[in-house]
């Protein structure tokens, strides 16, 4: 099983602020079967980025993934209030596992 | 607008068992695989298993192989998850989610509690 370990567990951060959120995979994943998720709490995770770098329909350009291998960024330019929240990465390229998640939370 | 709700939660028994369903619009759900991922209580999501669009491959995690079973009804545009042998460990809330084009989880339902205790 690929294990994905991200960090930090905790950002705290202001609004306006750039967030760098990291993902460590336990053996090599390709690029095209990384993905990102966020969840605000009480709903349902909704797609951010898949194919490590390619955002989902409707999510704004402040939001960018980058990496390759065991190595991968979620990165948010600009903090909205609406960003924060848990992200969670994913690879899909043996079976499917997720990381254990890191909130982004007010500073 | 593609839309996924899923039911059949609720307070069982250890060693129960329990019937979920996820009915979907706004798509044409025949031609896309389906997942079932849960989230305990505080706690991060887990897959749970896979289905083809056409049935034809299945995959489950280890923690709930024998004891659940995925299914499709195509013509009722719905996706199943019959549990069985409930446990503690499967409090959770379930989530189904439509499989992509590129094999990323692109929607989700709103979830259904599953409350698995004496």
């Known amino acids: 099983e690929i294990v994905l370990t991200q960090s930090p567990g905790t950002l705290s951060l202001s609004p306006g602020e750039r967030a760098t959120l990291s993902c460590r995979a336990s053996?090599?994943?390709?690029?095209?079967?990384f993905a990102w998720y966020q969840q605000k709490p009480g709903q349902a995770p909704t797609l951010l980025i898949s194919g490590a770098s390619s955002r989902a329909t409707g999510i704004p350009d402040r939001f960018s993934g980058s990496g390759s291998g065991t190595d991968f960024t979620l990165t948010i330019s600009r903090l909205e209030p609406e960003d924060f929240a848990v992200y969670y990465c994913?690879?899909?390229?043996?079976?499917?596992?997720f990381g254990q998640g890191t909130k982004v939370e007010i500073k | 607008e593609v839309q996924l709700v899923e039911s059949g939660g609720g307070l069982v028994q250890p060693g129960g068992s329990l019937r979920l369903s996820c009915v979907a619009s706004g798509f044409t759900f025949s031609n896309y695989g389906m997942n079932w991922v849960r989230q305990a209580p505080g706690k991060g999501l887990e897959w749970v298993s896979y289905?083809?669009?056409?049935?034809?491959?299945?995959y489950y995690a280890d923690s709930v192989k024998g004891r659940f079973t995925i299914s499709r009804d195509d013509a009722k545009n719905s996706l199943y998850l019959q549990m069985n042998s409930l446990r503690d460990e499967d409090t959770a809330v379930f989530y189904c989610?439509?499989?992509?084009?590129?094999?990323?989880?692109?929607?989700w339902g709103q979830g259904t509690l599953v409350t698995v205790s004496s």
């Open positions: 994913q690879q899909y390229q043996t079976s499917r596992t």
């Open positions: 989610a439509r499989v992509s084009r590129e094999w990323s989880d692109d929607y």
């Open positions: 289905i083809s669009s056409s049935s034809s491959t299945i």
């Open positions: 053996q090599s994943v390709r690029s095209g079967s």
